[in-house]
């Protein structure tokens, strides 16, 4: 299974602002994103689109890499 760990390394995403973006009201986003790195079986359509966002690809296309990964 694809984590967000790989996510991030095919995409080339930087992890402070992927944290950011996906807990923008933790006081330490960047902790927030470790405890997930490799238990992110499920992400939301919400994270999803963040992450697509920031790695410059469409969701669909995100989704698709991540069924190869698999």
Do not use: H, W
């Amino acid at each position: 299974m694809a984590t967000l760990r790989d996510i991030i390394e095919e995409y080339d995403i930087e992890k402070k602002d992927l944290a950011k973006q996906l807990f923008p009201n933790a006081k330490y986003p960047d902790l927030a994103l470790v405890r997930i790195l490799d238990y992110s079986d499920e992400l939301s359509l919400r994270q999803l689109v963040i992450i697509a966002d920031l790695a410059g690809c469409q969701t669909l296309d995100l989704v698709e890499t991540l069924l190869q990964l698999n």
